[in-house]
């Protein structure tokens, strides 16, 4: 059974800093594409970070710059370091892992999802 199991999610004031881990088991996804999604009270999950098997990144246009994802594949886990947190990045977030060859944006295209992890800037 897969499972992934999101963690290190928190309050912290604005412009402070958390680090999300995601550890996956039941499957390696060192050959595939891994990704961070959040949703904010009363919106809609959107995309946040994508990291490919190589370790090739893309960023949402709003946490780029300030978000980092990376991967330890000898771990199966994948990481969001996130650094000048603002009140708007308050959100739970997810991370997916994805049995196709490529990396996306889409949410429907992820295959595995964890339950998620509270990530709070206060202001």
């Known amino acids: 059974q897969v499972q992934l199991v999101e963690s290190g999610g928190g309050l912290v004031q604005a412009g402070g800093s958390l680090r999300l881990s995601c550890a996956a088991s039941g499957r390696t996804f060192s050959s595939n594409a891994m990704g961070w999604f959040r949703q904010a009270p009363g919106k809609e999950r959107e995309f946040v970070a994508v990291?490919?098997?190589?370790?090739?990144?893309y960023y949402a246009d709003s946490v780029r710059g300030r978000f980092t994802i990376s991967r330890d594949n000898a771990k199966n886990t994948v990481y969001l370091q996130m650094n000048s947190l603002e009140p708007e990045d308050t959100a739970v977030y997810s991370c997916?892992?994805?049995?196709?060859?490529?990396?996306?944006?889409?949410?429907?295209?992820?295959?595995?999802w964890g339950q998620g992890t509270q990530g709070t800037g206060s202001s």
């Open positions: 997916a892992a994805r049995l196709g060859p490529t990396a996306t944006r889409v949410e429907a295209e992820y295959d595995y």
């Open positions: 990291i490919w098997s190589g370790g090739r990144t």
